[in-house]
Protein backbone atom coordinates (compact mmCIF):
# COMPACT_ATOMS: atom_id res chain seq x y z
CA UNK A 1 0.00 0.00 0.00
CA UNK A 2 1.09 3.42 -0.55
CA UNK A 3 -0.16 7.01 0.41
CA UNK A 4 -0.51 9.56 -2.21
CA UNK A 5 0.26 12.75 -1.79
CA UNK A 6 -2.47 14.39 -3.67
CA UNK A 7 -0.44 18.30 -3.83
CA UNK A 8 1.96 16.58 -5.75
CA UNK A 9 -0.31 16.17 -8.74
CA UNK A 10 -0.80 20.00 -8.46
CA UNK A 11 2.39 20.92 -8.59
CA UNK A 12 3.36 18.35 -12.03
CA UNK A 13 0.64 20.45 -13.28
CA UNK A 14 2.02 23.81 -12.86
CA UNK A 15 5.19 23.09 -13.69
CA UNK A 16 4.18 21.04 -16.79
CA UNK A 17 1.73 22.86 -18.64
CA UNK A 18 3.70 25.90 -18.81
CA UNK A 19 6.04 23.83 -21.84
CA UNK A 20 2.87 24.09 -23.47
CA UNK A 21 3.17 27.98 -23.81
CA UNK A 22 6.86 28.08 -24.85
CA UNK A 23 7.59 30.54 -27.62
CA UNK A 24 9.73 29.88 -30.27
CA UNK A 25 11.39 33.65 -29.97
CA UNK A 26 12.20 33.57 -26.13
CA UNK A 27 15.79 33.11 -25.22
CA UNK A 28 17.00 29.65 -23.95
CA UNK A 29 17.84 31.61 -20.28
CA UNK A 30 14.14 32.03 -20.39
CA UNK A 31 13.30 28.54 -20.73
CA UNK A 32 16.02 26.39 -19.73
CA UNK A 33 14.78 26.38 -15.68
CA UNK A 34 11.28 25.77 -16.71
CA UNK A 35 12.77 22.98 -18.68
CA UNK A 36 14.59 21.33 -16.36
CA UNK A 37 11.60 21.82 -13.69
CA UNK A 38 9.66 20.04 -15.64
CA UNK A 39 11.96 17.15 -16.85
CA UNK A 40 12.60 16.86 -13.12
CA UNK A 41 8.99 15.81 -12.01
CA UNK A 42 8.56 14.11 -15.31
CA UNK A 43 11.57 11.77 -14.30
CA UNK A 44 10.12 11.38 -11.01
CA UNK A 45 6.40 10.69 -11.69
CA UNK A 46 7.61 7.94 -14.26
CA UNK A 47 9.66 6.13 -11.81
CA UNK A 48 6.23 5.66 -9.70
CA UNK A 49 7.32 7.17 -7.12
CA UNK A 50 2.81 8.73 -6.86
CA UNK A 51 1.53 6.13 -8.66
CA UNK A 52 2.10 3.51 -10.82
CA UNK A 53 2.14 4.96 -14.78
CA UNK A 54 1.89 2.68 -17.61
CA UNK A 55 -0.09 3.81 -20.58
CA UNK A 56 1.26 7.30 -20.75
CA UNK A 57 4.89 6.38 -19.89
CA UNK A 58 6.33 6.34 -23.56
CA UNK A 59 4.79 10.08 -24.29
CA UNK A 60 6.56 10.40 -21.25
CA UNK A 61 9.41 9.42 -22.20
CA UNK A 62 9.61 11.10 -25.50
CA UNK A 63 9.37 14.91 -24.21
CA UNK A 64 11.92 13.98 -21.84
CA UNK A 65 13.86 13.18 -25.40
CA UNK A 66 12.57 16.56 -26.88
CA UNK A 67 13.52 18.83 -24.01
CA UNK A 68 16.94 17.49 -24.28
CA UNK A 69 16.86 19.70 -27.56
CA UNK A 70 16.76 22.52 -25.49
CA UNK A 71 18.72 22.18 -22.27
CA UNK A 72 21.62 19.42 -22.55
CA UNK A 73 20.74 16.41 -20.66
CA UNK A 74 22.72 16.96 -17.52
CA UNK A 75 21.66 20.32 -16.99
CA UNK A 76 22.41 22.69 -14.87
CA UNK A 77 25.84 20.44 -14.57
CA UNK A 78 26.40 21.42 -18.14
CA UNK A 79 25.02 24.83 -19.64
CA UNK A 80 23.51 25.81 -23.25
CA UNK A 81 26.62 27.26 -24.81
CA UNK A 82 25.11 30.41 -25.59
CA UNK A 83 22.14 31.37 -23.25
CA UNK A 84 21.46 34.48 -25.37
CA UNK A 85 20.04 32.71 -28.27
CA UNK A 86 16.51 31.96 -29.13
CA UNK A 87 15.05 28.52 -28.57
CA UNK A 88 13.51 28.23 -32.02
CA UNK A 89 12.76 25.14 -33.60
CA UNK A 90 12.95 22.33 -31.02
CA UNK A 91 10.56 25.02 -29.05
CA UNK A 92 7.74 23.46 -31.06
CA UNK A 93 8.64 19.62 -30.29
CA UNK A 94 8.42 20.55 -26.89
CA UNK A 95 4.74 22.01 -26.68
CA UNK A 96 3.67 18.97 -29.00
CA UNK A 97 4.93 16.27 -26.68
CA UNK A 98 4.25 17.71 -23.39
CA UNK A 99 -0.03 18.27 -25.28
CA UNK A 100 0.42 14.85 -25.86
CA UNK A 101 1.82 13.58 -22.23
CA UNK A 102 -1.00 15.87 -20.93
CA UNK A 103 -3.81 14.19 -22.97
CA UNK A 104 -2.60 10.85 -22.19
CA UNK A 105 -1.97 11.17 -18.56
CA UNK A 106 -5.63 12.45 -17.81
CA UNK A 107 -6.72 9.69 -19.47
CA UNK A 108 -4.66 7.02 -17.56
CA UNK A 109 -5.32 8.83 -14.48
CA UNK A 110 -9.06 8.85 -14.40
CA UNK A 111 -9.12 5.43 -14.87
CA UNK A 112 -6.46 4.73 -12.07
CA UNK A 113 -8.51 3.32 -9.04
CA UNK A 114 -8.59 5.77 -6.23
CA UNK A 115 -10.86 5.78 -3.48
CA UNK A 116 -11.38 8.24 -0.12
CA UNK A 117 -11.29 6.70 3.02
CA UNK A 118 -13.52 8.10 5.40
CA UNK A 119 -12.43 8.33 8.94
CA UNK A 120 -13.80 6.25 11.66
CA UNK A 121 -14.87 7.29 15.10
CA UNK A 122 -12.03 10.24 16.24
CA UNK A 123 -9.27 7.84 14.86
CA UNK A 124 -7.77 9.53 11.93
CA UNK A 125 -6.94 7.47 9.06
CA UNK A 126 -3.57 7.54 8.97
CA UNK A 127 -3.27 6.19 12.84
CA UNK A 128 -5.69 3.15 11.97
CA UNK A 129 -4.05 1.99 8.55
CA UNK A 130 -0.38 2.62 10.41
CA UNK A 131 -0.24 1.97 14.26
CA UNK A 132 -3.67 1.59 15.41
CA UNK A 133 -1.59 -0.27 18.33
CA UNK A 134 -1.01 3.27 19.55
CA UNK A 135 -4.57 3.31 20.63
CA UNK A 136 -3.16 1.63 23.55
CA UNK A 137 -1.56 2.82 26.11
CA UNK A 138 2.24 2.53 25.70
CA UNK A 139 2.09 0.49 29.78
CA UNK A 140 -0.41 -1.61 27.81
CA UNK A 141 1.49 -2.00 24.68
CA UNK A 142 4.87 -2.86 26.38
CA UNK A 143 2.67 -5.57 28.29
CA UNK A 144 1.21 -7.41 25.28
CA UNK A 145 2.54 -9.68 23.14
CA UNK A 146 4.13 -8.87 19.99
CA UNK A 147 0.89 -11.67 18.33
CA UNK A 148 -1.80 -9.40 20.19
CA UNK A 149 -0.49 -5.99 19.16
CA UNK A 150 -0.20 -6.84 15.62
CA UNK A 151 -3.41 -8.43 15.70
CA UNK A 152 -4.97 -5.14 16.57
CA UNK A 153 -3.00 -3.46 14.33
CA UNK A 154 -4.86 -5.20 11.60
CA UNK A 155 -8.00 -4.97 13.10
CA UNK A 156 -7.90 -0.85 13.11
CA UNK A 157 -6.30 -1.09 9.44
CA UNK A 158 -9.24 -3.40 8.59
CA UNK A 159 -11.48 -0.83 10.22
CA UNK A 160 -9.70 2.02 8.04
CA UNK A 161 -10.85 0.10 5.16
CA UNK A 162 -14.32 -0.51 5.60
CA UNK A 163 -13.92 -4.13 6.38
CA UNK A 164 -16.10 -4.32 10.18
CA UNK A 165 -16.15 -7.95 10.19
CA UNK A 166 -12.88 -8.79 9.53
CA UNK A 167 -12.08 -5.98 11.97
CA UNK A 168 -14.18 -7.93 14.54
CA UNK A 169 -12.37 -10.81 13.91
CA UNK A 170 -8.70 -9.76 14.62
CA UNK A 171 -10.00 -7.68 17.57
CA UNK A 172 -11.41 -10.78 19.30
CA UNK A 173 -7.72 -12.74 18.54
CA UNK A 174 -5.78 -9.65 19.88
CA UNK A 175 -8.23 -9.99 23.04
CA UNK A 176 -7.95 -13.99 23.75
CA UNK A 177 -4.52 -14.11 23.23
CA UNK A 178 -4.09 -11.26 26.08
CA UNK A 179 -6.66 -12.95 28.00
CA UNK A 180 -4.00 -16.58 27.75
CA UNK A 181 -1.34 -13.96 28.93
CA UNK A 182 -3.43 -12.96 32.05
CA UNK A 183 -4.61 -16.76 32.48
CA UNK A 184 -1.06 -17.75 32.55
CA UNK A 185 -0.11 -14.82 35.16
CA UNK A 186 -2.61 -15.86 37.64
CA UNK A 187 -3.18 -20.14 37.34
CA UNK A 188 0.74 -21.03 36.32
CA UNK A 189 -1.28 -23.75 33.14
CA UNK A 190 1.38 -26.51 32.38
CA UNK A 191 4.00 -25.09 29.59
CA UNK A 192 2.24 -26.11 25.89
CA UNK A 193 -1.51 -25.71 27.17
CA UNK A 194 -3.78 -23.95 25.29
CA UNK A 195 -7.51 -23.16 26.79
CA UNK A 196 -10.99 -21.39 25.24
CA UNK A 197 -12.23 -18.21 26.52
CA UNK A 198 -14.87 -19.46 28.96
CA UNK A 199 -12.45 -21.93 30.48
CA UNK A 200 -9.57 -19.31 30.89
CA UNK A 201 -12.20 -16.66 32.35
CA UNK A 202 -13.82 -19.59 35.22
CA UNK A 203 -10.50 -20.81 35.95
CA UNK A 204 -9.60 -17.01 36.15
CA UNK A 205 -12.53 -16.56 38.65
CA UNK A 206 -11.57 -19.17 40.76
CA UNK A 207 -8.26 -17.87 41.33
CA UNK A 208 -9.24 -14.93 42.00
CA UNK A 209 -9.33 -12.55 38.74
CA UNK A 210 -10.43 -9.22 38.99
CA UNK A 211 -14.22 -9.32 38.88
CA UNK A 212 -15.06 -6.34 36.97
CA UNK A 213 -12.81 -7.33 34.50
CA UNK A 214 -13.55 -11.32 33.47
CA UNK A 215 -17.25 -9.47 33.71
CA UNK A 216 -16.33 -7.91 30.75
CA UNK A 217 -14.27 -10.94 29.16
CA UNK A 218 -17.22 -12.88 30.23
CA UNK A 219 -19.99 -10.46 28.05
CA UNK A 220 -17.29 -10.01 25.30
CA UNK A 221 -16.96 -14.18 24.73
CA UNK A 222 -21.34 -14.02 24.80
CA UNK A 223 -22.25 -11.33 22.85
CA UNK A 224 -19.08 -10.71 20.56
CA UNK A 225 -16.51 -13.66 20.47
CA UNK A 226 -18.90 -16.31 20.01
CA UNK A 227 -21.06 -14.50 17.45
CA UNK A 228 -18.60 -13.61 15.10
CA UNK A 229 -17.01 -16.99 14.71
CA UNK A 230 -20.27 -17.89 12.76
CA UNK A 231 -20.35 -17.81 9.16
CA UNK A 232 -23.19 -15.93 7.78
CA UNK A 233 -22.82 -12.50 11.02
CA UNK A 234 -21.34 -9.53 9.05
CA UNK A 235 -20.89 -6.48 11.40
CA UNK A 236 -21.64 -3.32 10.08
CA UNK A 237 -18.88 -0.18 10.70
CA UNK A 238 -20.37 1.11 13.41
CA UNK A 239 -20.47 -2.47 15.09
CA UNK A 240 -16.71 -2.78 14.23
CA UNK A 241 -16.07 0.27 15.46
CA UNK A 242 -17.96 -0.29 18.93
CA UNK A 243 -16.01 -3.72 18.70
CA UNK A 244 -12.48 -2.74 18.53
CA UNK A 245 -13.30 -0.09 21.35
CA UNK A 246 -14.23 -2.72 23.27
CA UNK A 247 -11.46 -5.01 22.93
CA UNK A 248 -9.74 -1.88 23.39
CA UNK A 249 -10.95 -1.51 27.12
CA UNK A 250 -10.55 -5.56 27.67
CA UNK A 251 -7.07 -5.36 26.97
CA UNK A 252 -6.09 -2.40 28.72
CA UNK A 253 -7.91 -3.59 31.56
CA UNK A 254 -6.09 -7.02 31.66
CA UNK A 255 -2.38 -5.66 30.97
CA UNK A 256 -3.35 -3.42 33.58
CA UNK A 257 -3.73 -6.58 35.51
CA UNK A 258 -1.08 -8.56 34.49
CA UNK A 259 1.31 -5.75 35.34
CA UNK A 260 0.34 -6.26 39.14
CA UNK A 261 0.48 -9.90 39.14
CA UNK A 262 3.98 -9.44 37.84
CA UNK A 263 4.66 -6.71 40.07
CA UNK A 264 3.90 -8.69 43.03
CA UNK A 265 5.29 -11.59 42.34
CA UNK A 266 8.44 -10.27 41.52
CA UNK A 267 8.46 -8.84 45.17
CA UNK A 268 7.58 -11.84 46.67
CA UNK A 269 10.64 -13.17 44.75
CA UNK A 270 12.58 -10.65 46.37
CA UNK A 271 11.51 -10.97 49.81
CA UNK A 272 12.47 -14.64 49.89
CA UNK A 273 15.17 -13.99 48.49
CA UNK A 274 15.74 -12.14 51.32
CA UNK A 275 14.82 -14.18 53.80
CA UNK A 276 16.93 -17.29 52.79
CA UNK A 277 20.13 -14.69 53.04
CA UNK A 278 18.96 -13.77 56.07
CA UNK A 279 18.60 -17.12 57.26
Not at 155 to 165: H, I, K, W
Request: one cysteine or more; hydrophobic letters at 40%; proline letters at 5%.
Amino acid sequence: MQRVNQNQFYEFGTVLHPLTEMQATAKISEVMWLCYRAKTWLQYFLENRVVPLVVCRPSGLRLIEDIAGVIPSDFPNTMPPDTDREVGYPVLSVRDATKEFETVLAAELQALDTYFISQKGIYSTPDLIETADKALDESVRKTISHEASADFKQAGRCLAFDLPTAAGFHAMRATENVLRKYHASITNPVAGSTFDMATCINELRKAGGEPKTLAILDQIRDLHRNTIMHPEVFLTPSEGLRLFDIAKSAISAMADQISIVTAASELAAKAAVAGAKTV
